[in-house]
């Protein structure tokens, strides 16, 4: 689940200052974690905390978006969801935000099927975004990385997104001059899903996502949760990403990772290993 935050980090010194270039650093000292790696490692809580048994996942994800959201309440939420973190009796909303498909990852990697993958998305969205394309949203990400992790082509896997939830007769580079801020899913999860479908690897993707501009951080997110699914994340981006987590998000992504392990890629391109066994090696650098 790391390349969700990944692109989160890596958009978020754009979200308010869009660069339409794929000539940036992934990595500055104005990028921070924001609302959309908050939310992701709340439901990656969520599914740590249900051990194999979804069957309370909504009200599990309930309870651990609102204390994350708690803790971090800074992070960027929009004003519907933070009332919703602080509310005592939280309902949903009827939102068809991109919150819905910018936190979803999890779900993709811990599912063991296709279904499961949708009725997992399901479980965590329906509680805030429960309009039909918050919904959509989330399923149509949640899927994608099911796929990826399923080792489908991307052929294959942009072939169910467009015969299943969009319709995307675009490229970036067409999009790229007049796209500006929408931060409906119907308006950025295509944009999201056609970065990750032109993307050479996984930098490159999350590079492809905040070049179009718009809401960088949540595109990159969407796009980098995908992207990990597909390729694996280079090993040196995982070492720089994690300098930007402090102790309470280390931790979730450590157990997540350990749980649900998706590819790390060493400097010579090849697949090294997870990006658990990279953490880990890091913890014990650090703990030693
Ligand atoms: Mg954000």
Same mark, same amino acid.
């Given at each position: 689940?790391?390349?969700?935050?990944?692109?989160?980090?890596?958009?978020?010194?754009?979200?308010?200052?869009?660069?339409?270039?794929?000539?940036?650093?992934?990595?500055?000292?104005?990028?921070?974690?924001?609302?959309?790696?908050?939310?992701?490692?709340?439901?990656?809580?969520?599914?740590?905390?249900? #051990?194999?048994?979804?069957?309370?996942?909504?009200?599990?994800?309930?309870?651990?978006?609102?204390?994350?959201?708690?803790?971090?309440?800074?992070?960027?939420?929009?004003?519907?969801?933070?009332?919703?973190?602080?509310?005592?009796?939280?309902?949903?909303?009827?939102?068809?935000?991109?919150?819905?498909?910018?936190?979803?990852?999890?779900?993709?990697?811990?599912a063991q099927n296709l279904e499961e993958a949708k009725e997992l998305s399901a479980k965590v969205t329906k509680v805030t975004h429960n309009h039909p394309e918050g919904m959509k949203g989330a399923e149509a990400t949640a899927a994608a990385i099911f796929l990826a992790r399923e080792g489908r082509s991307r052929e294959e896997i942009r072939n169910y997104i467009l015969e299943n939830?969009?319709?995307?007769?675009? #490229?970036?580079?067409?999009?790229?001059?007049?796209? #500006?801020?929408?931060?409906?899913?119907?308006?950025?999860?295509?944009?999201?899903? /056609?970065?990750?479908?032109?993307?050479?690897?996984?930098?490159?993707?999350?590079?492809?996502?905040?070049?179009?501009?718009?809401?960088?951080?949540?595109?990159?997110?969407?796009?980098?949760?995908?992207? /990990?699914?597909?390729?694996?994340?280079?090993?040196?981006?995982?070492?720089?990403?994690?300098?930007?987590?402090?102790?309470?998000?280390?931790?979730?992504?450590?157990?997540?990772?350990?749980?649900?392990?998706?590819?790390?890629?060493?400097?010579?391109?090849?697949?090294?290993?997870?990006?658990?066994?990279?953490?880990?090696?890091?913890?014990?650098?650090?703990?030693?």
């Open positions: 689940m790391i390349g969700a935050i990944i692109g989160d980090i890596a958009g978020s010194r754009f979200e308010w200052n869009n660069y339409k270039s794929k000539k940036i650093k992934l990595f500055h000292k104005r990028c921070r974690p924001t609302d959309d790696s908050i939310m992701s490692l709340a439901i990656a809580k969520a599914i740590l905390e249900s #051990t194999g048994d979804f069957t309370d996942l909504s009200a599990r994800a309930v309870s651990c978006m609102q204390e994350l959201g708690r803790v971090y309440k800074n992070a960027g939420y929009g004003g519907n969801f933070y009332r919703w973190i602080f509310a005592d009796d939280p309902q949903p909303y009827n939102s068809f935000g991109n919150g819905s498909a910018m936190r979803v990852g999890p779900c993709g990697y811990a939830y969009y319709h995307i007769d675009f #490229t970036i580079d067409q999009i790229r001059p007049k796209y #500006t801020f929408d931060v409906s899913c119907q308006g950025s999860v295509p944009v999201a899903l /056609e970065a990750f479908f032109e993307s050479t690897d996984f930098e490159d993707a999350i590079k492809t996502a905040i070049s179009v501009g718009g809401d960088s951080d949540t595109i990159g997110a969407i796009t980098g949760s995908i992207a /990990e699914a597909y390729y694996g994340v280079p090993e040196h981006v995982i070492r720089a990403a994690i300098e930007y987590l402090d102790g309470t998000q280390m931790e979730i992504l450590y157990y997540f990772e350990e749980r649900y392990p998706s590819k790390a890629i060493g400097e010579d391109g090849e697949v090294s290993g997870t990006v658990f066994d990279v953490l880990n090696g890091l913890c014990q650098i650090s703990g030693s």
